[in-house]
């Protein structure tokens, strides 16, 4: 994480200068969208005999290390970037065979008849992956391309000349708990670009801070976010059913509480489960961990599970606004891309494709203007190519998914079946989300306590062991990228008022309130952290900001 202010001149002073690299291109995050981007920008290079030099950091020990998703991937995007993938290797090796979409009560489930299904819930040319296997392909396509790859390099901090943004220092090393230089201390490093692409994911640390200071979100609704939880699963052989991929709405969460399902059979006799939890839930006592666990539990779930082995466990934000709730996506020196921005189309639970796609058209740009012998300037190329493109189609005919399914689960389905089955996506309203996540969670003296059941350890299980499948691992001895803007409001606000959410909306057990000689305090247990994000969103007084641990922190993902 970045040391305050005082601190930071101090360590510059006594440490520094940093070291410089410059590049024409600096690319932020090393999942598909920031692959992407930088292997596009390569291609057209080639294409028109140019020289860019392109970098891409990331905060993962590897590439892919942090990437989590359920997934199941639209090809359209991919068949663009390299149409020859299959040759290439590319590990989509499970076509999707069978769609199924379920709709449970606490003991029953009723399958909606395949004729119903509207066309945003069919998979048909679709594949079943894993997305961190996906994005260690691109990154190999990437460095054949001559694209360089910093893994376990965190951008902590935006350079600036004046109002524009000129690259990106990462984080220092060897600072301890107390934010102190220890005996391994080193400075960061700064990576200076004609243009820097921002792709760290939903609710990036950097990508957020622009948005605030360029008043990029102050034309559009608010961001809407989900937290995904994910467990990957073997199980017999005669229980797997691969290319299988099923979707739930209903039990166990309530009807008025956006979110739903997905168990996807993969190739090797492996299973993907995972739930969706809209994160503009009212009630403080939800715990979405629990209501994951108990979601395997139902009688048309559990028997998929019987003598399998858990094999992984994660958890991600995602965002979910749609359209409506995208930022401007670019300002002096550079853009935001897939996730950052919020290209996510909810109503698929499909993101992948967009943020390949949105990384294309930002390369074009960044090629065109550099072409132009241009540099620091806005990118507007790219934005107008979006506006023109099939993603922005896409999301257009979705754009009332997330507002419309925020009415209740009953409203939801009859508002979204009659847009995109009678009138096949064109209605002639816009609906918009009017309130953050945050602004949502309503004080717990207005609901019940909600009683989970004790995790068997067979089906379902605690948070501790989760975290243990994630191979999440922090230093100890660095300051905690988890802080708060006041110390005494979890204690003052959120605990009298809401309960102390933050022990149960995060899926990592970060979080826990505990008593000390009669005085309740908030322990951050920030080696636990699997870099979600959903602290960052849900917490009531907005008090929680989640900053960049020394690059290599976090969760490192195996076939998630």
């Not at 945003?120 to 996906?134: A, K, V």
Request: net charge negative; glycine share 10%.
């Amino acid at each position: 994480m970045q040391p305050n202010e005082t601190l930071q001149q101090e360590l510059l002073q006594n440490f520094g200068p940093r070291e410089s690299m410059d590049y024409d291109v600096v690319i932020v995050g090393g999942g598909p969208a920031g692959l992407s981007a930088a292997i596009h920008i390569k291609q057209l290079a080639q294409k028109n005999s140019q020289e860019i030099s392109v970098c891409v950091l990331e905060k993962g020990s590897e590439v892919g290390a942090h990437i989590l998703s359920g997934a199941v991937m639209d090809p359209i995007a991919l068949n663009e970037l390299f149409p020859n993938w299959q040759e290439l290797g590319a590990p989509l090796n499970t076509p999707v065979k069978e769609d199924r979409f379920l709709f449970l009560s606490e003991k029953k489930s009723f399958q909606t008849p395949q004729w119903l299904l509207p066309s945003c819930f069919t998979n048909h040319g679709n594949y079943i992956i894993s997305l961190s296997n996906f994005t260690r392909w691109l990154a190999e396509q990437a460095e054949s391309l001559g694209v360089e790859i910093f893994p376990g390099f965190a951008a902590a901090e935006i350079l600036w000349d004046e109002e524009t943004v000129v690259g990106v220092a990462t984080g220092h090393l060897g600072l301890g708990k107390d934010g102190k230089p220890t005996e391994n201390f080193s400075l960061g490093m700064e990576l200076r670009a004609k243009y820097t692409l921002f792709a760290e994911g939903a609710r990036g640390h950097l990508g957020k801070q622009l948005i605030a200071k360029y008043q990029l979100d102050q034309d559009t609704a608010p961001q809407s976010y989900g937290i995904g939880i994910k467990e990957l699963w073997e199980i017999p052989a005669n229980q797997h059913q691969e290319g299988l991929v099923v979707h739930t709405a209903g039990w166990p969460l309530s009807s008025d509480t956006y979110g739903g399902s997905f168990l996807y059979h993969l190739e090797n006799n492996q299973v993907a489960v995972g739930l969706v939890v809209g994160l503009a839930y009212k009630n403080p006592y939800l715990s979405p961990f629990d209501e994951f666990q108990k979601y395997k539990t139902h009688p048309a779930i559990r028997g998929v599970f019987k003598n399998g082995k858990r094999l992984g466990y994660g958890a991600r934000a995602i965002t979910a606004g749609g359209l409506s709730s995208l930022p401007k996506t670019i300002f002096p020196g550079g853009a935001l891309i897939g996730c950052d921005a919020g290209y996510l189309n909810a109503s698929r639970i499909k993101g992948s494709h967009a943020a390949i796609k949105s990384g294309m058209l930002a390369a074009q740009a960044i090629a065109s203007a550099l072409a132009q012998q241009r540099q620091h300037d806005e990118l507007t190329a790219y934005p107008e190519a979006f506006a023109n493109s099939w993603l922005h189609q896409e999301l257009h005919r979705a754009r009332n998914f997330k507002p419309a399914m925020s009415k209740g689960l009953f409203m939801g389905t009859m508002l979204v079946g009659f847009e995109q089955k009678i009138l096949g996506g064109k209605a002639p309203w816009t609906m918009r989300n009017t309130k953050a996540d945050h602004a949502c969670l309503e004080p717990a003296a207005l609901h019940s306590v909600i009683h989970y059941p004790k995790p068997d350890g067979e089906l379902t299980f605690d948070r501790l062991s989760s975290v243990f499948l994630s191979g999440t691992n922090h230093e100890e001895n660095q300051p905690a990228h988890l802080t708060l803007k006041n110390s005494s409001i979890p204690v003052h606000t959120n605990l009298p008022i809401y309960a102390g959410p933050e022990q149960r909306y995060c899926p990592a057990g970060v979080y826990e309130f505990v008593n000390k000689e009669g005085i309740e305090h908030l322990q951050i247990n920030a080696q636990n952290c699997v870099h979600c994000k959903t602290c960052d969103i849900k917490d009531p007084s907005q008090n929680i900001v989640w900053v960049s641990p020394e690059g290599g922190g976090g969760p490192n993902y195996s076939g998630m």
